[in-house]
Nanobody, 116 residues
Framework: QVQLVESGGGLVQPGGSLRLSCAASGSIRSFYAMGWYRQAPGKQRDMVAVVVSGNTNYADSVKGRFTVSRDNAKSTVYLQMNSLEPEDTAVYYC???????????WGQGTQVTVSS
């Protein structure tokens, strides 16, 4: 059993910054991939940023503004979000994939609202 617990969401003004954290606990502490997805109201869940075996992938809409990082010793993934825009408003979900077998795990989600 794996639990992913996110923190750091909230309300921020356009142009502001937030840092999300996600800590994994349970029977698996080492993951093939860790990262973040988001889902805005009425839209599908989309990838934001994922680190896969040291390689980082970003959605085009967040390149240059968001930075994802992992601390494997702490089984934690972070998302530093700068220059936030109203279009970034969504529920942000932590995502992790175990090694073998490869199985996906999701956090419960944390709300990020960008509004003046």
């Amino acid at each position: 059993q794996v639990q992913l617990v996110e923190s750091g969401g909230g309300l921020v003004q356009p142009g502001g910054s937030l840092r999300l954290s996600c800590a994994a606990s349970g029977s698996i502490r080492s993951f093939y991939a860790m990262g973040w997805y988001r889902q805005a109201p009425g839209k599908q869940r989309d990838m934001v940023a994922v680190v896969v075996s040291g390689n980082t992938n970003y959605a085009d809409s967040v390149k240059g503004r968001f930075t994802v990082s992992r601390d494997n010793a702490k089984s934690t993934v972070y998302l530093q979000m700068n220059s936030l825009e109203p279009e970034d408003t969504a529920v942000y979900y932590c995502y992790a994939v175990s090694w073998n077998p490869q199985k996906a795990y999701w956090g419960q989600g944390t709300q990020v609202t960008v509004s003046s």
